[in-house]
């Protein structure tokens, strides 16, 4: 009679779809997917978030999603007030835009059987997720991301969340989506940053567990630079898939205290912070990596010819490796990312490093000394760039 | 290349503890606990929240508890700051209290892989787990529920949440708990009304699930009542022992629609939010169950002794089965109460009824008409016996 023990598996699936033109009326895709979701029972309600800026680049998003979904009213219920927010660090900063999607949820009586479908950037995708989570117990929640850092990494994973007093995600959930459509038609209306910035996350993975991707990345660094659709839907396929292997098979939910994915990012949080999210996350992750990886070769890990390989592919790609705010005092700077990225994994300090090429390898702490020298060199090469 | 298919489960553990004086130096229950959880890595950090009320009734618990965890400095991080806050409904219905716990997660660096301990009822445990929750993605959280009610039914359940707008649990999230201790000497301070209340609980359960267990508790009824703490163990084991089987055994986070478990409790939330949480939610679940018994009667289902059984034990047990807001006229009544069940639960409305004693069944529809004269029913008993 002293105690009792409790214990039971959750099963989470999900499909991550790539097409084009989604709303597109000849584009069955997303109907026949709520139509296989469809039970006799009751009729489920549709409600959109929608990233501003995807509106701005798309007028007639909002006519071509009302006109597609006129034509499946026997599916779905669709809630014709789009509501539009804000994309970027905006969505995430701001209390009030959780605030504005719950009560569209109470004003809708969207419950846990209905859907909330977000569009837009990986801001927009972690705020609706976490909006999601947190009404009713969990939302069902679809993503449709329409940048490539969303299509290829945060919005096929399981993670969301929004800042609280200026700490990135401070508040959030791991709640899987019920399904991701990765529609390409998007990106081709990205700023050049925007483009770029998702191939970060893609050189991150392929460092860390797949020299091959990297060796592919490398040789196609200049097509991706220069917007090549065909190596870009590639890159996003393959890093997607790495993606979901990633969490599957290993601790979805980050119990444990091991993040090997997490390659470039404990001081790439911390830049975007610094410069007021001036810089896009795989801008700073693009600098992160390059810190990492020389950090790497002064532990005498990554060969020198390696580490100008990577350094190299990230300038073909057009990243900048240096940022002023690098050279912040220690106190402000980048090194308290350090004792920020450990409490927000929780436990031990975990930072991922490359013993080689698509081999990373986790250690528990790092020397200050030795990560400023790699900020000392990454400023000396840009000042030699800029004299050239 | 058109989808990729993500699929995993993850796994779910916890044990439930039964004690009692959990914080004398002696119970080495506790540090026994946080001992085995200990890893090599790092420190790990306990922040304890507890209802006011507990420490009204237990004037030396703090300094048991700052006495216990100076003995086990090597164990855990103990911060001394302990978060006291309003119990009951209070503590769900006002956003500062999630603040209040997310803030001090925030000073005191708690991280996802140290303790937030909560102790006090169902909605204090409630409010913990929703800010436990939602900070990091997740902190660990321990309960320690003191009421009747939270220890043999929702302290030891998945669920958490606080009220949004006066909605009921219209933000929250399933995430176990990774302990429960279940303190009895707690229960020996609670006032009449809460002590029998959680016991309403227990006659759900056994109502729809297990007619021995109805058959102890009618026997019991009178000693517990009259607060046989004998009794009261036994009864709380056994439910809380029902509790989790029907969480493994079935749809621990509900994805599904049905959730039966909850006989008697549509008309019992509208009964609590219609009385502004004057009545406690067992005191309504009483009466939710006494008005479903009476339905099933009248559709021909449970016999007349058994109707009469059930409500006999629940007067016995000293329940009121009638309130005047009851009579509350429909659109503003308990009867407005079954759309907002059917919402929360999200699809198709889905009502446990009784074909017999231990044996619930579900149904997805009610009749106002049969609504209104179970209410009738009530009523007239109320004024008979108030007579007498």
């Known amino acids: ?47 959109f978030v929608i990233d501003s800026g995807v509106i701005d680049a798309h007028p007639d998003l909002q006519s071509d999603i009302s006109t597609y979904f006129a034509q499946h009213t026997d599916i779905v219920e669709f809630i014709p007030d ?184 404990w001081s790439a949080h911390k830049l975007e912070q610094l410069t007021n999210f001036e810089l896009r996350h795989g801008e700073a992750v693009a600098i992160g990596i390059a810190m990492d990886s020389l950090y790497s070769h002064q532990l005498g890990w990554l060969t020198e010819p390696d580490t100008n390989r990577i350094l190299a592919t990230l300038r073909t790609l057009g990243f900048s490796l240096y940022q002023p705010m690098l050279d912040a005092n220690d106190s402000t700077g980048v090194l308290k990312g350090l004792a920020e990225f450990r409490e927000h994994l929780g436990g031990q300090l975990t930072i991922m490093l490359l013993e080689a090429i698509g081999k990373g390898v986790e250690v528990h702490e790092m020397n200050p000394d030795l990560i400023r020298q790699a900020i000392a060199t990454l400023k000396a090469q840009e000042q030699q760039a800029q004299l050239v």
């Open 1 to 47: 009679m002293d105690h009792l023990h409790q214990s039971f598996s959750v099963r989470f699936t999900y499909t991550v779809f790539f097409t084009s033109q989604l709303f597109k009326k000849a584009n069955s895709l997303l109907s026949d997917f709520f139509r296989q979701q469809s039970t006799n029972d009751v009729q489920k309600k549709l409600l």
């Open 82 to 265: 789009l509501l539009i927010i804000p994309g970027g660090e905006t969505a995430k900063n701001e209390p009030v835009f959780v605030e504005k999607i719950v009560d569209a949820v109470d004003k809708y009586g969207i419950d846990r059987h209905s859907y909330i479908v977000a569009i837009g950037g990986g801001s927009i995708l972690d705020l609706v997720g976490y909006a999601a989570a947190i009404s009713h117990r969990g939302i069902r929640h679809v993503r449709i991301p329409t940048t490539v850092l969303s299509q290829n990494d945060s919005g096929v994973g399981v993670k969301n969340g929004v800042n609280y007093r200026g700490k990135k995600n401070f508040l959030g959930t791991f709640v899987p989506p019920v399904a991701v459509f990765n529609d390409s038609a998007f990106l081709a209306t990205l700023d050049d940053r925007d483009w770029r910035s998702g191939i970060a996350e893609a050189v991150k993975v392929a460092l860390i567990k797949d020299a091959s991707f990297f060796n592919w990345i490398e040789a196609n660094a200049q097509a991706l630079a220069t917007r090549d659709s065909v190596a870009m839907d590639y890159l996003i396929h393959r890093c997607a898939q790495m993606h979901l292997d990633h969490i599957s098979g290993g601790d979805p939910f980050e119990m444990g205290s091991s993040r090997p994915l997490d390659f470039g990012h």
